[in-house]
């Protein structure tokens, strides 16, 4: 949901349990993080994004876009040959 989010070009509230935070998230850059085990930090998201302006979102969005446009479906094809590859030999993938 989060890349499906970004490539719509959406700012994303997503929890600090989600490995994919890591490439995805820049915290206050294009969406913000919350932890997922404590009810206020996720309300403090979520009212912080909706006291955003329309620009502030906006531009949140677009760094979303840009982020999420490294991360394309012919990407994670390569990606899921070369660990097939490396698991066939006996390697590791690249």
């Given at each position: 949901v989060?890349?499906?989010?970004m490539?719509?070009?959406?700012?994303?509230?997503?929890?600090?349990?989600?490995?994919?935070?890591?490439?995805?998230?820049?915290?206050?850059?294009?969406?913000?993080?919350?932890?997922p085990?404590?009810?206020?930090?996720?309300?403090?998201?979520?009212?912080?994004?909706?006291?955003?302006?329309e620009?502030?979102?906006?531009s949140?969005?677009?760094r979303?876009?840009?982020?999420?446009?490294?991360?394309?479906?012919?990407?994670?094809?390569r990606?899921?040959?070369?660990?097939?590859?490396?698991a066939?030999?006996?390697?590791?993938a690249?």
């Open positions: 989060v890349n499906e989010a490539a719509c070009g959406l700012p994303v509230l997503v929890s600090q349990a989600v490995g994919a935070r890591y490439e995805l998230v820049e915290h206050g850059r294009n969406g913000f993080l919350f932890d085990t404590d009810d206020s930090d996720i309300e403090q998201a979520m009212v912080r994004m909706s006291h955003l302006d620009a502030a979102r906006k949140m969005g677009d979303s876009r840009e982020i999420i446009q490294d991360w394309s479906p012919e990407r994670f094809g990606q899921m040959l070369a660990a097939i590859a490396a066939r030999d006996g390697g590791t690249p």
